[in-house]
């Protein structure tokens, strides 16, 4: 049983912590927040012991997880801070994407990690789903070949005033990328275009043009502009023997094989499937429970902070190529 803690509790650290609530190898112990209300709230909600400040609940209730869903400056400066002292505690620890706006701080993390020998996830939740582990099926099992191309798109609304001109880029995208990356591998090189959509002063529609070093190519549309859409996310991944299309994450997984005309489908079931959004984080925060349960090393966690990371770094080599209009980056220049 491992004892649990959550460091940040906004909306999203409060789908961290009720998915602790719901593991069965998982207890809750205690919540924290800078803010004294969200920590009493959480507190009161989960019916733990609650603190406003991270070094006391680790020093108090040494946990083994801490889960880290801090937001700050382009939704994820705020990270580095308490996943360092959590990791320095001694706690595994399961941080929110983007693992942090700056690639130097992210870097920090995950060097942090492998040092003291912990497990470091990163809540990459859109590819936790059964749809993206059968795409994932068909591939293992070679039913779409070598690799051509992949194409991805995620568009959701987002209005509100944001403060920085790549927020979106940066925010949005480490999903996306982290999911071409799962089925196609590192990327080599990126060209990106990006917009300003009416009545915006930050890039809030962008389309990045992607060389993997497999030597397939890639594409990635993702937009803050489309006031709603259904579907909001589409990957699909092309082999010489066939293609795979999975779509909104869990609903629906499509393959097209070459040698046929009956195509195979996986439904999202109406019982035992999967309800809403919730449910990705669901999956994904028992999934990393699951695998520090049964003793994985940090090596062989799903969605790491190292992968992380080299979406981070797709995602500056993007808005390096914005500021040169358009112009080929080398993914391996991107440092920090
Ligand atoms: N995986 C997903 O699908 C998904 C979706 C939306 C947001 N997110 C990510 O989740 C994270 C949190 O999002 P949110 O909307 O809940 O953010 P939020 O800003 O509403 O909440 C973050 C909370 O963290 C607290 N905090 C910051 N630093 C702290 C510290 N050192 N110690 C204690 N508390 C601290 C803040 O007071 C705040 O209450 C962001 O990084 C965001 O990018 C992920």
Known sequence: MQRTCVIGMGPIGNNHATAYTQCECAELVGVCDKNPERAKKAGEKYGVPYFLDAQQMLDALKPDICSVATGGYE????????????????????????????????KLMVDT???????????????????????????????????????????IGKFMPLDSVFYHLKALNPHSVNIMQY??????????????ASGRDIYSTSSINMRFECGAVGHLTSSYDIKRGHPMERCEVAGVDGRFIFEDMWREAVLYPADSWVKEVYTNPVFDGFAGFY?????????????????????????????GLEASRVIHAAIQSIKENGAVIQVSSITE
């Open 75 to 106: 939704y994820s400066s705020d990270h580095c801070e308490p996943t360092l002292q959590a990791l320095e505690a001694g706690c595994h620890v399961l941080g929110e994407k983007p693992i942090s706006n700056s690639l130097k701080d992210a």
């Open 113 to 155: 990690a492998e040092r003291l020998g912990r497990c470091y996830g990163i809540d990459l939740n859109h590819r936790f789903t059964p749809a993206a582990r059968q795409a994932k099926k068909w591939q293992d099992d070679g039913r779409i070949g070598e690799l051509l191309f992949c194409n991805m798109a995620l568009w």
């Open 183 to 196: 089925f196609c591998g590192p990327v080599k090189e990126v060209s990106c275009f990006a917009m300003k």
């Open 279 to 307: 449910d990705t984080f669901k999956d994904r925060i028992h999934t990393f429970v699951r695998q520090v349960e049964a003793g994985a090393r940090p090596e062989e966690i799903d969605g790491s902070g190292k992968e």
